[in-house]
């Protein structure tokens, strides 16, 4: 296999850029990013401060870009980054950073502090440290199409199963529709019922839709480990279906990564704008709703709280969709604390819940403490979300807390209490 | 010498009227900033107070801070209270000689051992075992201690005493330190100037005498209320710096306008005394109404701070330094930004495309 130091630091020298170069510019080390990490509050330990982990990058770009880095590496009076340095900071890049992008928000300089994760995490994969999970999710998505190992005939399986349980075409390559749909592979292994959710949505609402059988899979495990020519491979996919297909729109499944992956990093990746417009499908539901199609024949009547996806809302920008949908179907909503923007994440994004070594497992335990303490809080035992990793993730925390906490998906919520 | 009867009884010997004493008492309480009610209250305990020995030992010093006080003042009220006190012995204004003067010294310290007041000036040599200076066979610094032993409280009066002063500055030849560096279990007050202004020494006695403890003192040892402030929070001439109006040489228009000393090398912005306001030789001026800047003199090793003609701190001719400054981090900056984007674009050109081998060594 080829991976090496040295492409790993020649790919740092490419990424870096004019804001990664302000930014260390401008860092002031107040720590205010520490005190929004997740992976900080809930272990004490200061090598989890947003800033540090990306030290290497620092260091690159010190020796590199600037005048007294220069000197200093010409002089022999700084190291140079060492194989050695890149995977001790493997943890720190990857295990405890979901680029949940809370430390980004807080910067009172504005310091992008994910952007710059993303970057390095370029360098670090090239040059072989990435986690293995991840690794092989990359693989797997590469040679497969799929992080999980999802082929298409699986697919087909979970498509024939929801026509019946909904009674409902569900329609394959159907080309000149309004909306491609995208799944993300959690959501045909663990939670089928979204596609069958969204059959009956637009259905009643009059949406034509389609599936595409040459791009199903709407996450991007090439941007989550940091290689942008395969992240490149991945999109493009999407892209060339739904411009063959001459689609209106692309659908973000509830997955939050993948929204990333699509409506923001896709274009850049592609280097063009798309000739279709890409929306989460809770933007698509907001917009029904207000355009009065999406109507309730009851409530759910449960007391409920909500999560907010970090990709999705903070970081995607969709911030107004998700309260007025889940007021739609439910009675009895309760806010948890630091809702919306201010969100806590679930501690597995960013590639984080693929990597199975046990170690990083118990560090995401550590950080769903946070999360534990705002549903605490809220005081409810339902909390609906909205991202299918989001909603694993903490699925597997409550049973290891055994706590009582059910999770709902929205968009089924939405579904089941849909006028018929 | 052994007469140790009231102030006022001596003051009436001396023909000062009770108005001159009450006039006295008032300006003392305004100079140490008390309220006014107690000018009455000083009034009332100097009347009645005994006069305390005081012993006044000199070492390596130049007299001006006796100068100072007896000269310059005499004869007004405030060299009249200090000849109110028991000065039991100074080298230079006692009549009594050798054995006789020594004796008195000796004498003074058994009778009133643990009350006499000890007034120190000049520094103490220490090196090679302080034979620098001797009185009577005998070194500084062993007088020094000895005195101190019996004493209620010690003033060191002037900065060689306070600080170390003069003979103190580099290179130190005789090892001259200051009373505080010698004596570590007393109470200690610095009267520092280079001499001291008389007022302030007349001021704090007048205190000691009134109230019978020590005024409050700063982190250097001196009293507050005559070294709270810098000569330049008090100088006439602060607001031609507020105006930023200098004086550039001491003949130049701005000198003859009074313009502020700073750039001559004053160094009022960074000493703490009581010219500006008490003012020298009854009241008349102080140096920088003289037309020269404020050496420092109260403050601990001013001879060695800088020329006295050297300014605290000068602005680079503020135009032509800054053009050349922009204009050199200019021609850095694009320097380094194109060899920057020299060396990102070689990267970009580099680039291979990762592949799946690429993520495993």
């Not at chain 1, 389609?210 to 999109?235: F, H």
């Not at chain 2, 009241?283 to 300014?311: R, V």
């Amino acid at each position: 296999m080829s991976a090496s130091l040295q492409k790993g630091i020649d790919v740092l020298k490419e990424v870096i850029d004019a804001p990664v170069a302000s930014f260390f510019a401008s860092c002031v080390h107040c720590g205010l990013c520490a005190e929004a990490c997740l992976f900080y509050t809930e272990t004490d330990d200061p090598k989890y401060t947003p800033i540090h982990k990306l030290e290497p990058l620092r260091r690159v770009y010190s020796r590199e870009y600037t005048l007294l880095g220069r000197l200093g590496k010409m002089l022999g009076l700084s190291k140079p980054v060492s194989d050695d340095e890149l995977e001790a900071w493997s943890e720190l890049v990857y295990d405890s950073c979901t680029m949940c992008g809370r430390c980004s928000l807080v910067c009172p300089v504005g310091n992008d502090i994910v952007y710059m994760v993303r970057k390095l995490r370029e360098g670090m994969a090239v040059s072989g440290h990435a986690p293995q999970g991840i690794q092989e999710a990359v693989k797997r998505t590469i040679e497969i199409g799929s992080p999980m190992g999802v082929k298409w005939p699986a697919i087909q399986h979970v498509i024939k199963d929801q026509e019946a349980e909904t009674e409902l075409k569900i329609p394959i390559d159907q080309p000149g529709v309004d909306v491609l749909v995208l799944m993300s592979s959690m959501e045909v292994i663990n939670y089928p019922e979204y596609l069958g959710a969204l059959a009956k949505i637009f259905h009643k609402s009059g949406v034509t839709w389609t599936l595409s059988s040459e791009a199903s899979e709407a996450t991007n495990a090439g941007i989550q480990i940091g290689v942008s020519d395969l992240a490149r491979e991945i999109v493009a996919r999407i892209v060339n279906a739904a411009e063959k297909l001459g689609v209106k729109r692309v659908l973000s499944p509830e997955c939050g990564h993948a929204y990333m992956a699509i409506r923001w990093e896709g274009p850049n990746l592609m280097g063009r704008p798309f000739p279709f417009e890409v929306v989460h499908v809770l933007e698509l539901l907001d917009e029904l709703r207000r355009a009065g199609k999406l109507k309730m024949k009851d409530q759910f009547t449960t007391p409920v709280t909500l999560h907010d996806p970090c990709q999705i809302v903070r970081r995607g920008g969709v911030l107004d969709a998700p309260e007025p949908l889940l007021r739609q179907v439910v009675s009895d909503y309760r806010p948890m604390p630091d809702g919306n923007k201010w969100n806590w994440c679930c501690g597995g994004g960013g590639g984080a819940s693929s990597i199975q070594e046990p170690a990083a497992e118990a560090l995401r335990f550590k950080a769903f403490q946070v999360k534990k303490r705002q549903i605490e809080a809220s005081g409810v035992n339902t909390m609906v979300t909205f991202c299918s990793n989001c909603r694993i993730v903490m699925e597997e925390a409550v049973d290891h807390y055994e706590m009582k906490t059910q999770l709902l998906g929205l968009t089924e919520l939405l579904a089941a209490h849909l006028e018929d | 010498m052994a007469d140790h009867g009231t102030l006022e009884q001596r003051l009436a010997q001396q023909g000062i009227s009770r108005r001159a004493f009450l006039k006295f008492c008032t300006a003392m309480a305004s100079l140490m900033a008390l309220p006014p009610g107690s000018a009455a209250a000083i009034a009332a305990a100097l009347a009645k107070a005994k006069r305390p020995s005081v012993i006044w030992l000199s070492f390596q010093e130049c007299t001006g801070c006796t100068e100072s006080l007896t000269r310059s003042h005499a004869p007004t009220l405030e060299s009249l209270i200090f000849d109110m006190i028991s000065l039991d012995y100074h080298h230079t204004l006692q009549a009594a000689s050798g054995f006789a003067a020594e004796k008195s010294r000796t004498d003074a310290m058994q009778e009133f051992y643990g009350k006499y007041l000890l007034i120190v000036d000049g520094s103490i040599p220490t090196k090679d075992g302080g034979i620098y200076s001797t009185i009577a066979g005998r070194t500084n610094l062993d007088l020094l201690q000895e005195a101190a032993k019996g004493a209620a409280a010690i003033i060191a009066i002037g900065t060689c005493a306070s600080f170390g002063g003069i003979p103190k500055a580099n290179p130190n030849p005789t090892g001259a330190v200051a009373v505080s560096d010698i004596v570590k279990d007393k109470p200690i007050i610095n009267i520092s100037g280079c001499p001291p202004i008389p007022a302030v020494i007349t001021g704090v006695l007048a205190q000691y005498l009134t109230f019978g403890g020590l005024p409050e003192l700063d982190h250097l040892g001196r009293p507050k209320a005559f070294y709270g402030e810098t000569i330049h929070d008090r100088c006439y001439r602060r607001p031609f710096y507020d105006q930023g109006k200098f004086a550039k040489t001491f003949d130049d228009a701005g000198a003859r306008n009074g313009w502020c000393l700073f750039e001559l090398g004053c160094k009022g912005p960074t000493t703490h005394n009581a010219c500006a306001t008490t003012k020298w030789n009854g009241g008349t001026s102080f140096p920088i109404e003289s037309g020269h800047g404020c050496l420092g003199c109260s403050e601990p090793d001013f001879w060695d701070a800088g020329g006295f003609y050297q300014a605290l701190s000068m602005p680079a001719t503020p135009l032509t330094f800054a053009t050349g400054a922009a204009v050199a981090g200019a021609a850095i900056g694009i320097g380094v930004s194109l060899a920057n984007r020299a060396k990102k674009s070689a990267a970009k050109k580099a680039h291979q495309a990762a592949t799946l081998d690429d993520l495993e060594k």
